[in-house]
């Protein structure tokens, strides 16, 4: 073996044991509550329907901004209890009856009709708050809602085409829909999960994944985190007794999440999401289109 070949195999060797070690770098990714945290975060949500039936096209579009706090009550190696409280919150809707903009911080009763029933909406949002159990992998298991919180939720105009939505289990639900839950093992760039859930409304069950995806280190506003890709998709069981029969025909939705896996806790997280549904009801059809964003961040 010449000089020349032994020091072209040498480099190789050594850039191959720089590079494996890289490649196969791990990263176990868990919140890390202590009891007296207390975390602010705020959740924006913004949808846009579009709902056409024959010639005749309708269009709504909303927002809200709701202040949320973070209280860890307790924290053991088998979960944490967190009470999550939301506060000060923020709607406007546009209809064709008109614009209507509501805060949970004024205190003045709008008279008009529409704007009566939202303000109720954003009352009872701005006084919710539970108590949940969570692992440290972001797993729910269990949420306790006051059973006055509760009552003001179903008496709520409409809150019976919500299913089992507002009850501990329905709750308990929608936060491990909407939350951020980890592998049970560690993860490289690159390897993949998912979390289902099910959620049961008065025209069927709606199924709903998010796969998730590690995507490595990010840096965002000087801080190291961990950066998360989020991929939602939903299908629906249709209850044969339903008066109607809601179908989604097309969907796409992308999303990111940023975990400071020092501190144990996350960052900021978004999802954009939009269907084509059509809705089926007596001889009736109504096709629906459906743009929606959620984002919940950190306040500093």
Do not use: C, H
Request: charged share 25%; proline share 3%; aromatic share 6%.
């Amino acid at each position: 073996m010449t000089a020349s070949v032994q020091r072209s195999s040498l480099l190789a060797l050594i850039a191959l044991a720089i590079a494996v070690p890289a490649a196969s770098a791990q990263v176990t990714l868990r919140y890390k509550f202590k009891e007296g945290d207390k975390l602010q975060y705020e959740m924006k949500n913004t949808n846009k329907v579009v709902s056409k039936v024959k010639e005749q096209e309708a269009k709504v579009v909303s927002s809200q901004t709701m202040d949320m706090t973070w209280d860890v009550l307790k924290s053991t190696d088998k979960g944490s209890q967190v009470k999550v409280k939301f506060g000060r919150t923020r709607m406007t809707m546009e209809t064709q009856m008109g614009e209507f903009k509501i805060d949970s911080a004024d205190e003045n009763v709008p008279e008009e009709p529409v704007a009566k029933i939202l303000a109720k909406v954003v009352g009872a949002m701005s006084k919710l708050e539970m108590v949940m159990t969570m692992q440290s992998d972001g797993e729910v298991l269990d949420v306790q809602v006051p059973e006055t919180t509760l009552k003001q939720l179903q008496e709520l105009p409409g809150a019976d085409q919500f299913g089992e939505m507002f009850s501990n289990e329905g709750l308990k639900k929608m936060f491990g829909q909407n939350g951020l839950v980890m592998p049970k093992e560690a993860v490289t760039k690159g390897q993949t999960w998912k979390k289902k859930n099910d959620v049961k409304l008065p025209f069927g069950t709606i199924q709903s994944i998010i796969n998730y995806s590690y995507e490595g280190e990010a840096e965002s506003g000087g801080q190291k985190l961990e950066k998360i890709s989020l991929t939602p998709s939903a299908s629906i069981i249709a209850d044969p007794n339903a008066p109607f029969v809601l179908k989604i025909n097309r969907q796409k939705g992308t999303g990111t999440a940023l975990f400071d896996n020092a501190a144990g806790r996350f960052v900021e997280m978004s999802l954009a999401q939009e269907m084509d549904m059509t809705m089926e009801v007596m001889d009736m059809t109504v096709t629906q289109n459906l743009v929606q964003t959620v984002s919940v961040k950190l306040k500093q």
